[in-house]
């Protein structure tokens, strides 16, 4: 039984790829670009692209499940489609928390696009949604290892970021075990914290002392449409942020139930990505 990994060269899906294959499962994973991919030896890594559907025939022959990584709702359509063509029998998606915010916003719209193209396509499902990612601070990685300094816009805005070991462990048990077929997972770290308190667990796991700045809503803004997303995303952001710091982000036991294991602590994560802030 072959399972196909898209965005397996990135964060998560790494460590859905050593998931699998640590279970003893064949794994096939794409990337735009195979020849950089780094990915274990025992991996078949083909060429395809999500914004490309012919990549996607070959990619997909033999393959009885997939772990889907969202990048554009036209990918996600491609991908499902040529799936349900090829006799695919289990879709895992990498969706979010977001769709249950309380409020409309373009973020909260995207994610639930991917899952209804997923459900569209009228094959077993699961949907892996993470709140957000403790990965998100290593944006705070050039401003620490230049100034020791952390700029955040929303400095009492308290949420509980998984590690993407922990969004992984999720995958690959739905991926390995059709019981989670029709479930939609809401997982969390252990605990919600702040961008203040999560300063000084990154100051603990570096040994080096680390001051916390406000970031003005306008910088903010500036910083994600330089990425390429377009400022709604940047007041959607700022909006979260305002909402935790009043009602801070709940606390899944999700990861435990599913893993058997308590998920990853910020200080786990922080000691495991020190190199990039020192
Ligand atoms: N950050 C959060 O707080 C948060 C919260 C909830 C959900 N999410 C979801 O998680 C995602 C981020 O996950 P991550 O950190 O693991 O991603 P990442 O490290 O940024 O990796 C991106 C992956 O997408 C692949 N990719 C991009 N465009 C592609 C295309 N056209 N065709 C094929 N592959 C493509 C890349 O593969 P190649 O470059 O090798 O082709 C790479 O493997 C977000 O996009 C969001 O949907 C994020």
Partial sequence: MTILVTGATGKVGRNVVTGLLAAGRTVRAISRSPQR???PEDVEVLRADLADPATLRAALDGVEKVFVFPTAPDGTRALTAAAAQAGVRHLVLLSSTVPGYPKPNPISDAHLAHERIVQDADLPWTFVRPGGFMSNDLAWAHSIRSAGVVRDPCPGSAVALIDERD????????????THVGQAHEITGPRSLTPVQRTRILARAIERPLRFETLPAAEFTEVVTSQGYPPEYATAMLDFGEHFATTPGPVHPTVERITGRPPYTYADWAAHHTTHFR
């Fill in 37 to 39: 991919a780094g990915l």
């Fill in 167 to 178: 969004i992984a462990a999720v995958a690959v048990a739905a991926l390995l075990d059709d």
